[in-house]
C-alpha cells in the first residue's frame, strides 16, 4: 500500500466540525489525500504549525494573489484621486460662491455647469472601479492560507500505520467469519 504524503484542505460546515487529530478540540478543517483514501481533521493552528505539517505552495496560487493584490491597490488609488478631484471641485466651489457674495449677485449658471461635469466624473470613476471589480471577481476566490500540505515524517508515519492496522484488522474479521481457518475436530483414534 503506497499512500502520497500529499494533504489537501477541505473545510466542512461547523455543524459537522469533528474533533482534531492533535488536541481533540472541534475542527471545520479536513486534511484529505487526493485519492481519498486517508482523511483527518486538524485544526487551523496545527496548520500553521512547522513541526506538524508543510505547506506545499503552487506557483500559480501565488501569481493569483499577486493579481489580486495589485487589483486591490489599483481599487483604492482610483479612489483617492476622485476623493481628491471632489476636494478641489469644492474649494472652488466655495472659492465663486464667496465671490459672488462680495459682489452681490446671485448664484450664477456657471456653479449649475460644474454639478453636471462633477457627476460625469463620478460615472467615469465608478465605472473604473466596477471593470476592476468584475476583473476580480472572475478569478475564483482563494483562501488567506495554502491549500495542500505534507505532513512530517513522524506523523505520515503514524497515518501509513494506522492505515496497515485497519487493513490488518479487516483480513482477521474475514478469516475468523471463514470455517476452514480454524482447526478440525480430531478424527479416528483411540
Known sequence: MSLQNIYHLR???DTAAKSCYICHKPSSSVLITPDNKDFFYACPV???DRHFCSAIVDPEDQEKKRKEEALAREIEKVKKEYEEKQKRKKEKKEKKLEEVAKNQEGPSNSSDKKDGHGQSDEKERDEKIETLKKSASSESPSDDGPRIFALHKNF?????DRLRNLEAAKRNRQRLQDPSFFPSVPSGGL
Request: net charge positive.
Open 11 to 13: 473545510r466542512v460546515a
Open 156 to 160: 505520515y508515519q503514524m497515518r501509513i
Open 46 to 48: 496545527h496548520l500553521n
